[in-house]
């Protein structure tokens, strides 16, 4: 069965630069969200889409955005990064609440590492 | 707002039963889900409770009582690669974020 995929899985930037990650959700699921875990932490919440629309934010630094295109994909842009941003970054997706939004399919994450 | 608490870490002998709970304060409830996150891996969906009472999965079950805004999820015939973290998320409905608690460390010993 097909999963959640993030790219890439590994990332290393310096600080100050930019950085882009992708999450493809499972075909037909219409939410997704982002989270950032650091070490020992549990995951928070960034942001989270609903058919493209923006439907809830979190714990989301200004110099970070995201969207969700018009195939269902989402990118988490962070741009300025800082030491702080080094982390696990986790996207889900589920279906709307009609057809089981509250189970969270999760994939494997990009580990990022602010140098 | 929302609160939840949790054990912050367990310890259980292989082969035996241990009980994780949960208690909760959300403006609004739909729900309780318990995932299962190794180091390193990403969370797993366990179970979901909608309506009080137990739900068993294999060798897992999980335990809501709304009125108590209490939860718990409990495994059987522990297994060492149970050793993870477990979360509970409260789903406060709409399609708004699943919000995790700190997290119960499960430490399976032989």
């Known amino acids: 069965a097909a999963g959640v995929i993030q790219s890439p899985r590994h990332l290393i930037k310096e600080k100050r630069e930019t950085a882009t990650l992708k999450c493809y959700p499972i075909p037909r699921h219409d939410t997704v969200y982002w989270y950032q875990q650091g070490p020992g932490q549990d995951p928070q919440f960034l942001i989270s889409?609903?058919?493209?629309?923006?439907?809830d934010k979190g714990s989301i630094p200004d110099r970070f955005s995201a969207q969700q295109f018009s195939d269902y994909h989402s990118e988490l842009n962070m741009s300025s990064l800082e030491l702080g941003d080094s982390a696990l970054y986790f996207c889900?997706?589920?279906?709307?609440?009609?057809?089981?939004?509250?189970?969270?399919?999760f994939g494997s994450g990009t580990q990022l590492s602010v140098l | 707002g929302q609160s939840l608490e949790q054990p912050s870490e367990v310890t259980a002998v292989e082969g035996a039963i241990v009980q994780i709970n949960c208690t909760y304060q959300?403006?609004?409830?739909?729900?309780l889900s318990w995932y299962q996150q190794h180091d390193g891996g990403a969370p797993t969906f366990l179970s979901y409770n909608a309506l009080d009472g137990l739900e068993e999965t294999g060798r897992f079950s999980s335990f809501l009582s709304r009125s108590d805004s209490y939860g718990y999820l409990l495994l059987q015939e522990l297994q060492m690669k149970d050793s993870a973290s477990y979360f509970c998320a409260p789903d406060s409905g709409g399609y708004q974020k699943v919000t995790f608690g700190i997290g119960t460390k499960l430490q399976v010993i032989p």
């Open positions: 889409f609903y058919e493209k629309m923006q439907s």
């Open positions: 959300t403006s609004g409830f739909y729900g």
């Open positions: 889900a997706s589920s279906l709307s609440r009609d057809r089981g939004r509250e189970k969270l399919f």
